[in-house]
T-cell receptor
Framework: AQSVSQHNHHVILSEAASLELGCNYS??????LFWYVQYPGQHLQLLLK??????LVKGIKGFEAEFIKSKFSFNLRKPSVQWSDTAEYFC??????????????FGTGTRLQVTL | DTGVSQNPRHKITKRGQNVTFRCDPI?????LYWYRQTLGQGPEFLTY????????KSRLLSDRFSAERPKGSFSTLEIQRTEQGDSAMYLC??????????????FGPGTRLTVL
């Protein structure tokens, strides 16, 4: 079974600082990778996704992520964070070829706090 | 708003009572998922429907849990004889008709269950 690790549980940054949130997964086969964001009081929203092709994926609100297959990683980046990026960020993976369900396996999340 | 909707948003119940939650997916989405999220954790997969067929259930889904999607549209999740350990946020997600290998799930706001 696949698993996802997010090593940063709580990150505090000043506005305009650069962001990198780590995500590692364990699964030997082909995976799809996702980052979801949950703003305070709101539901989970898709930030970006990787299925295949260019390992550098661009998402909404200036976020991007890079899939490094050899490191089983899919780190999320943003060059300059804004106060409005304060949220919880979840990395998720589903494993291709494991049956009919494309169930997502999530990490435990990283709480990002951006200060003014 | 044409997103995934869930009702009720909050439910407080006494231990031993039965509760039922409803999820209305995005129109024409044929796949529907239920997840559970506890404090400090990412969502965990519970079960999955393709149209009206329940195709997969997690081991987390004990005998007290049952889910239905009778006409392939809305779904219900029932918990019988609730226990305090059932307290969690119950999330519903749906995804459109597409290859299961490039499935993208869209989440609802969740139902927060508190068992006293």
């Amino acid at each position: 079974a696949q698993s996802v690790s997010q090593h940063n549980h709580h990150v505090i940054l000043s506005e305009a600082a650069s962001l990198e949130l780590g995500c590692n997964y364990s699964y030997g086969g082909t995976v799809n990778l996702f980052w979801y964001v949950q703003y305070p009081g709101q539901h989970l929203q898709l930030l970006l996704k990787y299925f295949s092709g260019d390992p550098l994926v661009k998402g909404i609100k200036g976020f991007e992520a890079e899939f490094i297959k050899s490191k089983f990683s899919f780190n999320l980046r943003k060059p300059s964070v804004q106060w409005s990026d304060t949220a919880e960020y979840f990395c998720a993976v589903n494993a291709r070829g494991t049956g009919t369900a494309s169930k997502l396996t999530f990490g435990t999340g990283t709480r990002l706090q951006v200060t003014l | 708003d044409t997103g995934v909707s869930q009702n009720p948003r909050h439910k407080i119940t006494k231990r031993g009572q039965n509760v039922t939650f409803r999820c209305d997916p995005i129109s024409e989405h044929n796949r529907l998922y239920w997840y559970r999220q506890t404090l400090g954790q990412g969502p965990e997969f519970l079960t999955y429907f393709q149209n009206e067929a329940q195709l997969e259930k997690s081991r987390l889904l004990s005998d007290r849990f049952s889910a239905e999607r009778p006409k392939g549209s809305f779904s219900t999740l029932e918990i019988q004889r609730t226990e305090q350990g059932d307290s969690a946020m119950y999330l519903c997600a749906s995804s459109p008709r597409s290859s299961v290998w490039t499935d993208t799930q869209y989440f609802g706001p969740g139902t927060r269950l508190t068992v006293l």
